[in-house]
Each structure stands twice: as structure tokens, then as C-alpha cells.
């Protein structure tokens, strides 16, 4: 038997890895880390989900109008894989 199911769309938890200076010791890094933990708990104790669980790890998501801006858009839906928009 599977994890999950396959067809159900994905939920995801996570946070970004990179840091601006003076931005604190731990800025987002405890959110990957934090996710990554809650999977594992939830594997171990032997949750069985419908949807996937995906751990997002980003970059680059203080840019102003950036690729995290796209990825983002891509990830929520409102914007289409095939869209020419920029």
C-alpha cells in the first residue's frame, strides 16, 4: 500500500534557506527544519495521509519581482506552467 494517494494534490510545509544579514541566526532554516521533523513524526508514527506531504525548501524569496515570485505563483496555482506572463 502507498503512503498516500497519488491523484490528491500535494500539501507542502517548509520555508526558504537563505538569509539577509542581520536577519537572525536561524531565519528559515527552523522552518525547514521544522517540517522536516513533523514528516518524519508523522512516518514513524505510522500516519497514513491522503495527500502527499512535501517539504518546500526556496531561495532567493526577498528578491523584489523574482524567480520566487514565479515559483510561488507556480506552486499556489495562479499562475500556469505554460504562461508567457511576466
Same mark, same amino acid.
Given at each position: ?11 507542502? *510545509? ?7 544579514? &542581520? ?5 528559515? $532554516? $527552523?522552518? $525547514? +527544519? ?5 514528516? /518524519? ?14 517539504? +518546500?525548501?526556496? *531561495?532567493?524569496?526577498?528578491?523584489? $519581482?523574482?524567480?520566487?515570485?514565479? /515559483? &510561488? /505563483? +507556480?506552486?499556489?496555482? *495562479? +499562475?500556469?506552467?505554460?504562461? /508567457?506572463?511576466?
Amino acid at each position: 500500500m502507498e503512503w498516500f494517494e497519488p491523484a490528491r494534490a500535494g500539501v507542502g *510545509t517548509g520555508s526558504h534557506i537563505d538569509a539577509i544579514p &542581520n536577519a537572525g541566526k536561524y531565519d528559515g $532554516v $527552523v522552518g $525547514v +527544519l521544522g517540517g522536516l521533523a513533523a514528516i /518524519r513524526a508523522l512516518r514513524q508514527s505510522g500516519f497514513s495521509p491522503k495527500h502527499s506531504i512535501e517539504l +518546500l525548501i526556496f *531561495t532567493s524569496e526577498e528578491q523584489p $519581482v523574482s524567480e520566487s515570485d514565479v /515559483r &510561488n /505563483r +507556480l506552486l499556489s496555482g *495562479t +499562475l500556469a506552467a505554460d504562461s /508567457r506572463e511576466k
